[in-house]
């Protein structure tokens, strides 16, 4: 089912109108070019501080958000042109997890719905025993209990936990494709570790190609594979983890790097950061922006 499947971005921009910004419009991505295999099963990071652009490629992948040029192809064809079969499977193989799974839980609901809801869309299993069973395994596979997580309320579990569930969601549907936003920046240091585990083991394990969001390079330090580093919508530097860590090319690359904090008191930050996009947002009073699609 994987094999031979690629997501493939080239030269995607995406823009907003943006009344009060000078141009009338504000560029999330101005040019994002990049492939992502399912063969081999691969991680790739994309990172870049805040306003680059990276939730805005994580909706053009997902098919969330037409970009204003270039395409997003999946084998080859236009994710936004694919027939409804066509598009149902790569709505099963393209599996999003963002960064607070709060609002895909609805609160009135027990946790179980979302992973029952998985089994019966994706018709997963014939019998209520089989697709217990399967909700059971997925919930192990990410060291959830299932005794002590089913029948509970959202408000009931804890950020990581939730967090888990919708990584046993994934686990249950073993996509080809992960487009994770950010999903570990709410996470304590303990279960980040522990869910940056998991995606690696989905890697190796499952077969399982991962985009990984973030802005902290320690993350993307851990989790190795090929990084990608987006500075105001542009991809400026990519290759390989450890190559692009230990020398960098791009003077953005380099100010990341500088920009993790030292747990030394005696070693602060001396410079003030600057989010440059800062002056490019419309007044706040201005919120009247729509995508040009
Ligand atoms: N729907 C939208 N309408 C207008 N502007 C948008 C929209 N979505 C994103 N933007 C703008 O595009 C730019 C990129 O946003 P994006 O969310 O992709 O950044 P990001 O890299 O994910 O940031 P963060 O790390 O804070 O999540 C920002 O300036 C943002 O304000
Ligand atoms: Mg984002």
Redesign the pocket.
């Known amino acids: 089912m994987t094999a031979g499947k690629v997501i493939e971005l080239r030269g995607v921009q ?1 823009r ?3 009344r009060g910004t000078p141009s009338g419009y ?4 101005e040019d994002a070019s990049f492939r992502l295999d399912a063969e081999p099963p691969q991680v790739v990071s994309l990172v ?12 053009n992948v997902l098919g969330l ?1 037409k970009p204003t040029a270039g395409t997003v192809t999946y084998g080859g064809k236009d994710i936004f042109k694919l027939s409804r079969a066509e598009h149902d499977e790569y709505r099963r193989n393209v599996q999003p997890v963002f ?1 607070d799974p709060y609002s895909i839980f609805n609160p009135f609901y027990r946790v179980d719905r979302v992973l029952w809801k998985a089994v019966k869309k994706f018709d997963l299993a014939t019998t209520r025993e089989q697709g217990l069973a399967m909700i059971e395994e997925s919930l192990q596979a990410v060291s959830l209990d299932p005794g002590r997580v089913l029948g509970r309320y959202p408000h009931q579990l804890s950020g990581g936990q939730r967090q888990r569930i919708m990584l046993a969601r994934i686990h249950m549907l073993r996509p080809a494709f992960v487009i994770a ?2 999903p570990v920046s709410m996470l304590d240091a303990q279960i980040r570790k522990m869910f940056l585990d998991i995606l690696l083991d989905f890697q190796r394990d499952h077969g399982m190609t991962t985009l990984f ?1 973030t ?1 902290d390079l320690s993350t993307v330090y851990y989790l190795g594979g090929q990084v990608m580093v ?1 500075n105001k ?1 542009v991809i400026v530097e990519r290759g390989p983890v450890t190559s692009v860590m230990h020398t960098p090319s791009h003077p953005y690359t380099r100010l990341l790097l500088d920009s993790i904090p030292q747990p030394d008191p005696d070693n602060r930050w001396t410079t003030r950061i600057k989010v440059d ?1 800062e002056e ?2 419309p007044p706040s009073d201005s919120q009247e ?3 040009i699609i």
Do not use: N
Not at 26 to 29: C, G, R, Y
Not at 48 to 57: P, R, V
């Open positions: 995406q907003f109108h943006a504000l560029t999330a991505v870049g501080q805040s306003g680059s652009g990276k939730s805005t490629i994580a909706r958000q960064q936003d950010e969001i802005h987006i919508g996009d490019s947002l922006v729509t995508p």
